[in-house]
């Protein structure tokens, strides 16, 4: 068998498809996936001229979704996609990573990779079925919420599809708007679905026909069934699989590194354990291929929430009810919202209104921790953009309405708000990867958590190369971890498979590089060692910093919040940590050493070569 | 002495509940107090021996040679981070 990823150009303006395969070379250079997706970004954004120049809301942001490698396979755990554009959050690179069911109907109906391009002249969606894809007008589903757009779709189309779609929110094309699939899973970072809204798509449809072909289907079958096995072995496996990430709440509160009240706190009530919020659970869910299922159906008419809604939801507002934040949880999903983002900025918000930097006349009425009843009005008014919430539907470049002083307390980096409820001036190397995440504060990147543990140093050495500190809250050797997080998370992305059952990402154990390997082959018939599996997560991250320096970004952008440099943590066991800045830029040096980058953070020119050799292949013709 | 203990998830299904009160020796330290919990929780020793515990005396983070005193609160919570 002859892998190939079938790749289709839409151009919403013109109405024209085509219908296409992505060259070999870049194939075997960035697998499928988040890989492939800055591929062809960096490809579209050079061709504009000045990358700068793009608006990303504009016609000429290409909005690309691609299945990873894997996905629809029985890899475990292989159902994950990105959707990448220049962000209209950040500014820079966007790209979020989705799990459920829609990448693998996508590639079931006969399609790898979308890239979207133009804006339709009146709502439509994609109809995606048996390799070939409709435009259709979308008249009534525009303003529809996220639920009712999918049943409303699965009902026209019958009950194999699977949408992915945009709330009101991404219809308004505010900045942290989400493309959404199921109740739940979100592409959520970087306001995707603002992008969406821009090109006037509503949805994406897809009615998977047809099994993935695959180049070895009893090896495939076989090595699917050894790694569940040790899998479901794994304690941390069956811990997401019983409650879900909500688990992780209790760790990070009992530390006092739980984001409260912006940051201004570190610890906050235990009514967002797990436990309580495991009164609330109907059933757990999975995605497609899924051997963890760590989705909660909850009692409130949603799914979730995540450890990190419930933090940035919870005790980064000051929500202390279980059932208030679950609530709060559907709310943003079914208008189609990043938690994550829309948790932070509204406690930015409310913090600015505490110290009295905004007062009533810009937000049009007190806004108190705690408020339930007003947090779940603004969210709507950000979703619907009315009154204060237009203001706060621009994210982070919300900061524009409001007095200087305002961006010292914004927890964000490059332009997008952190996404996890970690408060990371105790964990240095969590700190250390926020500030150089590609995408901005993001903790999926690269979180390198086997900091937490305590591992010996022959294990250590085992993972990351050489010996190194194992002092979580120290400066050393942090450029080391990160960089290693970094590579492997990016062939996870590439492939399409969970962060869940990655090496690193909860465990030192679970899939690394040599697993990854074997599922390669046998799924694709390509021949990958660990190491060069390894060069490509390397070439992925080098070519997500040459995007981000074409747009503008420098090492002065790989920073973090002014509150985790100058301000101690208040409480608990983190008691007076903070990120020492002299520090931080060792830390940073040693990081782009790791990288191979010179000391401002640049890419070495033999590799800017490599890489624009690789993406030219898409200048050829029928080779886009 | 007797001093309380909170497990977090998981241990405190193993253990059946979240909450222990166990009697120990005067100058008990921490590692004394693991290995009672095994003796007395043998569900829970499988699980404390797959996951060190990350412990916590009241709010601050204990070793394994932190000596406990009268009344105090321990908290065991499994070491886990990432989501």
């Known amino acids: 068998m002859d892998f190939q990823v079938r790749t289709a150009i839409v151009n919403l303006t013109t109405s024209e498809v085509e219908f296409t395969h992505t060259p070999d070379v870049l194939v075997r250079a960035y697998l499928g996936g988040r890989g492939l997706n800055m591929a062809y970004l960096r490809h579209y954004l050079c061709r504009a001229g000045d990358p700068r120049a793009v608006d990303p809301l504009g016609p000429d942001n290409p909005l690309i979704i691609g299945a990873g490698m894997l996905t629809g396979t029985i890899a475990p755990n292989a159902a994950r996609f990105n959707i990448s554009a220049r962000s209209p959050e950040s500014g820079i690179l966007g790209d979020s990573n989705c799990g459920g069911f829609f990448a693998a109907a996508m590639r079931k109906a006969g399609f790898d990779r979308l890239i979207i391009l133009g804006r339709a002249e009146r709502p439509s969606y994609l109809l995606l079925v048996d390799h070939t894809i409709h435009i259709v007008e979308a008249d009534g589903l525009w303003g529809m919420r996220v639920i009712e757009a999918q049943d409303q779709l699965k009902g026209l189309h019958g009950p194999g599809t699977v949408s992915a779609v945009i709330g009101p929110a991404g219809e308004r094309q505010v900045r942290m708007a989400a493309v959404m699939t199921g109740k739940k899973n979100a592409a959520g970072r970087g306001g995707m679905g603002a992008v969406m809204g821009s090109k006037n798509l509503k949805a994406v449809v897809a009615r998977g026909g047809e099994a993935i072909a695959v180049a070895q289907h009893d090896t495939l079958r076989a090595l699917r069934l050894k790694q569940q096995a040790e899998l479901k072995a794994s304690k941390v496996v069956q811990v997401l699989g019983r409650v879900g990430t909500p688990l992780l709440y209790e760790v990070s509160n009992r530390l006092g590194a739980i984001r409260t009240r912006n940051s201004q706190d570190n610890y906050f009530e235990d009514t967002l354990n797990a436990e309580e919020i495991e009164k609330y659970v109907d059933k757990m869910l999975a995605c497609t291929s899924c051997v963890v299922h760590c989705r909660h159906q909850n009692k409130l008419g949603g799914e979730g929430p995540e450890y990190s809604t419930i933090g940035l939801l919870g005790a980064n507002l000051g929500i202390a009810p279980t059932d208030q934040v679950i609530a709060l949880n559907n709310l943003v999903n079914d208008l189609g919202l990043d938690a994550s983002s829309t948790g932070t900025i509204l406690g930015w918000a409310m913090e600015l209104y505490q110290r009295e930097i905004i007062d009533n006349a810009v937000t049009g009425g007190p806004l108190v921790w705690g408020d339930y009843e007003r947090v779940r009005n603004l969210i709507e008014d950000i979703a619907y953009r009315h009154g204060f919430g237009n203001v706060l539907a621009e994210s982070t470049q919300a900061a524009r309405y409001f007095p200087d002083t305002a961006k010292d307390y914004l927890i964000a980096v490059k332009g997008l708000p952190q996404s996890d409820p970690h408060d990371v001036r105790y964990l240095k190397g969590f700190a250390l990867g926020i500030a150089v995440a590609s995408r901005g504060a993001d903790h999926l990147r690269n979180r390198p958590t086997l900091e937490v543990f305590k591992l010996p140093d022959e294990v250590r050495v085992s993972i990351y190369g050489r010996a190194n500190d194992p002092d979580p809250t120290g400066y050393k050797d942090k450029g080391l971890i990160v960089a290693w997080s970094d590579d492997i998370y990016a062939v996870t992305d590439c492939l399409g498979l969970c962060k869940f059952v990655t090496q690193g990402f909860n465990s030192p154990h679970l899939l690394g590089y040599e697993h990854m390997s074997d599922l390669i082959a046998a799924a694709t018939g390509l021949e990958y060692t660990p190491e060069s599996l390894r060069e490509v997560g390397r070439r992925v991250i080098d070519t997500e910093r040459l995007i981000n320096a074409s747009l503008g970004l420098s090492r002065a952008d790989d920073t973090l919040p002014k509150r985790y440099f100058d301000e101690p943590m208040p409480a608990r066991n983190t008691k007076g940590h903070h990120v020492d800045r002299v520090q931080f830029q060792m830390m940073l040096d040693d990081y782009y050493a790791e990288r191979g980058w010179d000391a401002d953070g640049r890419v070495c020119a033999e590799r800017v070569d490599e890489i624009d050799a690789v993406v030219a292949m898409l200048d050829a013709p029928n080779s886009r | ?83």
């Open chain 2, 1 to 83: 002495m007797q001093i309380q203990i909170q497990l977090s998830e998981p241990y405190w299904r193993a253990a059946g509940k979240r909450n222990l009160e166990l009697d120990i020796e005067e100058g008990a330290r921490l590692a004394d107090v693991l290995d009672a919990l095994r003796r007395g929780w043998p569900a829970l020793s499988h699980d404390l021996d797959e996951a060190s515990p990350v412990c916590f005396v009241e709010e601050i983070q204990a070793q394994t040679d932190t000596i406990l005193s009268d009344g105090c609160q321990l908290h065991l919570v499994w070491p886990v981070a990432g989501g």
